[in-house]
């Protein structure tokens, strides 16, 4: 008879993986409606085909490594990646972004690792990341205009025609660039007072882009309620962000003010669905503390100083990098261990 060699406690966890991945796609519900809401259909028609190609590409994968596909699919980890992506993607992306995005996710970036659980990147970041190093005319120049600011919006069917190409619409008349690539571009030869009047600002933070991170946060908090993730690393993710811009940031005529950062990007999305990915985060509390605040570090260099205005893909793919490096130094004690008494305090 095989006998277990770990160590105790043993505790069995009531959670299922197809549980935890179908609550966290119920959370990112608030935040689809207000992508659709305040910026039209494509959010949601991106939703609905990355997640499907996300499922055709695990079923495929699983096939040719001839393992169950029912069994497979039915942990929803393909689709939870689908639906990253298609919230992540510009809305007017073309249909072929998001196949190469997603197909590039599930093949290369969790399969070529073995799978589920064994993959050391986030694969909605490395399919994101790869569509937007290879073809950035196409994710710079996608991202729809709030359907407030237009005369005349696009209705579904336009949408759909757009973004799988059998359409005659201009898509140039439908588009906008995100406050935070108005505000970093527009910053440098003029004031805060006069870059905030553009339409994109709205009457609040961003128009439209503050309720989708509201939402998001709302998501998110829920997820935190339910218990899929602790609060260490989104918190310490936003309160490092806020704290950089607040220090290097703090005059809103140089420099992007902290709660642009916070609600005008993807920085929700990405601090409470992308960021807590169990497999390729920090696991210890101490860890997931430092990882958390690598990623609102980075992100605010990179948006800061380098060529994107948007910098969670990429802060997050560099810190997956130093995870198994973070969880090395910082694993708790053993269940039930003593720290060793010093020959001094031992005799006192």
């Not at 990112?28 to 659709?36: D, I, K, Q, S, V």
């Not at 994109?200 to 998110?220: C, K, P, R, T, Y």
């Not at 994107?308 to 997050?316: E, H, L, R, T, W």
Request: hydrophobic share 55%; proline share 6%.
């Amino acid at each position: 008879m095989g006998l277990m060699t770990i160590t105790s406690p043993h505790a069995h966890g009531p959670r299922k993986t197809a549980n935890l991945m179908r609550a966290v796609v119920i959370a990112t519900l608030p935040g689809l409606f207000a992508l659709t809401w305040f910026f039209g259909w494509g959010n949601l028609i991106n939703v609905i085909w990355c997640s499907i190609i996300a499922m055709l590409a695990e079923a495929a994968v699983l096939l040719i490594r001839k393992r169950p596909i029912s069994f497979y699919l039915g942990d929803y980890s393909a689709l939870v990646t689908g639906v990253l992506l298609g919230l992540a993607l510009p809305p007017l992306a073309p249909w072929w972004v998001s196949v190469v995005a997603v197909g590039f996710a599930i093949v290369v970036a969790k399969h070529l690792y073995g799978g589920m659980g064994y993959n050391p990147f986030n694969p909605a970041m490395v399919g994101f990341a790869l569509v937007l190093i290879s073809f950035p005319v196409a994710m710079t120049t996608s991202w729809a205009a709030p359907i407030q600011l237009l005369d005349n919006p696009m209705s579904f069917i336009d949408t759909l025609s757009t973004i799988f190409g059998f359409g005659s619409h201009t898509i140039d008349a439908f588009t906008m660039a995100t406050p935070l690539d108005v505000y970093k571009h527009e910053i440098g030869h003029s004031v805060a007072a006069e870059v905030t009047k553009y339409p994109v600002f709205g009457d609040f933070i961003a128009h439209g882009w503050e309720w989708v991170n509201i939402a998001f946060l709302a998501g998110g908090l829920f997820l935190m309620k339910k218990g899929v993730f602790t609060w260490h690393t989104p918190i310490s993710m936003l309160a490092a962000l806020a704290l950089m811009s607040l220090i290097f940031g703090w005059d809103a005529d140089q420099s992007t003010p902290p709660l642009l950062h916070l609600f005008a990007g993807a920085t929700m999305l990405g601090a409470f669905f992308i960021a807590t990915d169990p497999v390729s985060s920090a696991v210890s509390p101490q860890g997931k503390l430092i990882f958390g605040a690598g990623i609102g570090i980075l992100t605010y260099i990179i948006r800061t100083y380098g060529s994107y205005p948007d910098a969670i893909a990429f802060s997050v793919l560099l810190m997956n990098f130093a995870a198994p490096l973070i969880d090395l130094y910082t694993q708790p004690r053993t269940y039930g261990h003593v720290k060793a008494k010093r020959g001094g305090k031992e005799s006192a």
